[in-house]
């Protein structure tokens, strides 16, 4: 076994892990996946690592890869891993930092309690974050790190829509788009957003002109879809020539992509923090630069 720092992944996201592997000088190890009659799964590791070792799973879909996670970190350090990290692109269940109801889990602070137990460092792109200020008091581990991709998105919306209007769908996507549009001097605006349900969204415009604007939207995730369709929509019906949209992560549940089709969306852009047809901005060497300056042991 090489002395060098390893990357361990799973085959769904061997091409992501490869891009991330060559660009941060890691040595790419498959994990082997086996799955029983019953359902349970088998996880198989290199059978000696280095004492340093990245484990890439972004958690989109995160049902069966936490089980993984599960696994595979106490595996890891038990084969020679001394400083194991997290490369979580996507990172799921941050969305919920309180009850709303009498006996609701406060699934963020449950599910970032125990990675932190599991890995030393936590790295992740654009979390879905609201009442809590920084990753750490989400993910305690002894150093959680955010990395943003709205100044890549920028770049590409810049490249792209030389003229664009970026428009957040809601109050939460003013960093992004503050930051996508400050490189290339921008306009941008963000909406008011009342949520009545999963499904169920009031977007309400700022108050700027957007007639033969070529608007982008811009947002950290899609998932249904709804807002995203609710915001263009009104966009288009206040003159915007053209409305395209760009987000971190493509999770794009059920018939997202054709909701947002339907309400005129041109074109649809991501990176590639989710596998998805409409990824056109690498994370490989925002990552890469992440883990660079990382210990080698405990």
Known sequence: MTTA?????????????LRLAVAAGLAPHR?????????????????QLPAR?????????????????LLAAPTAR?????????????????????AFAPGQAVSQRIVGAWLATLFDTVI????????????????????AITLSAA??????????????FLLGPDQESAQWVT???????????????????????????PACDLRGQAVVLLDDVASSGH??????????AAGAASVDVAVTHALLAGDALQRLQQAGVGEFWSTDSVAHASNVVGLAALLAASLKPMPTSA
């Open 151 to 164: 100044p890549l998105l920028g770049n590409w919306i810049a490249q792209r829509r030389p003229a664009a």
């Open 227 to 236: 807002t995203l369709a609710t915001t263009a929509a009104l966009a288009l």
């Open 31 to 47: 994990i082997e996946r086996h799955r029983f009659p019953d359902g349970e799964i088998q996880l198989t590791l290199p059978a």
């Open 53 to 69: 070792v990245v484990l890439l799973r972004s958690l989109h879909r995160p049902g069966e890869k936490l089980t993984e996670l």
């Open 124 to 143: 992740t792109v654009d979390p879905h974050l609201h009442r809590v200020a920084s990753l750490a008091e989400a993910v305690p581990a002894r150093q």
């Open 78 to 98: 038990q084969l020679g891993a001394q400083h194991l990290s997290l490369v979580a692109p996507y990172l799921a269940y941050m969305r919920q930092d309180k």
């Open 5 to 17: 720092a390893a990357l361990l992944y799973f085959e769904d996201e061997t091409p992501a892990a």
């Open 179 to 205: 930051q996508a549009a400050a490189a290339h001097g921008l306009p941008h605006a963000v909406c008011k957003k009342e949520r009545h349900g999963d499904r169920a969204v009031r977007i309400t415009l």
